[in-house]
């Protein structure tokens, strides 16, 4: 295995190298985004449902940890506390778009990379009297291996921009609650 992965790269064009570098990139980022976000979102949503736990059982303030409290210094008028609500969430949700655009793209720097070597593949045939598949094969196997990869970083970009997507969801709705509570206390 690590044998065949050696002779790919070493065998491999400029272009397709690029792309495999480009699309282990975007897989790193797509890791180090997801990992970064979901531990802050995970962290703010159980401040947040503890705020509310708090302001719904006993309490008819807000929790210092959350962060509804820190931005409106308690001013419970429904602007500032949905202000507050679209700033918390514009912060809560920096980085998710570039999951969306790693997911879309991804598969497109594959598809080209897989194009590349497909045309320089027919390139070299161009020389030959006499191809047969089994000399065409291994070369379109070699080039699809661009496309897999491609398809490889979307699959998680996209499951990660839907599961962020989902946790930033949660964090609103725990936000709207408290808003709607501390408007309804006056």
């Known amino acids: ?12 064009s400029a272009i397709t190298l690029l792309v495999l570098l480009s699309l282990s990139f975007y897989f790193l980022l797509v890791f180090w985004i997801f990992i970064y976000r979901y531990l802050s979102l995970k962290s703010s949503i159980f401040n947040e449902k503890k705020s509310l736990d708090s302001l719904t059982a006993r309490n008819a303030s807000l929790s210092p940890l959350s962060a509804l409290h820190k931005c409106a210094n308690n001013a419970n008028t429904k602007e500032i506390l949905h202000a507050c609500e679209l700033s918390i969430i514009k912060d809560a949700s920096v980085g998710i ?37 089994s000399i065409i094969a291994p ?33 609103n709705i725990y936000l709207k609650a408290q808003s709607e509570i501390l408007i309804a206390k006056g």
């Open 139 to 171: 070369a379109i196997s070699e080039a699809l291996v661009a496309t897999a990869a491609g398809i490889f970083v979307a699959i998680f970009a996209y499951t990660f921009h839907q599961i962020l997507t989902r946790k930033v969801y949660e964090l």
């Open 97 to 133: 778009s570039w999951m969306s655009i790693i997911a879309s793209t991804s598969p497109f720097i594959g598809l080209f990379g897989t194009v590349v070597g497909i045309l320089e593949s027919f390139a070299k045939f161009s020389t030959h009297s006499k191809v047969s598949f």
């Open 1 to 12: 295995m690590i044998d065949t992965a050696l002779n790919y790269f070493s065998s491999g």
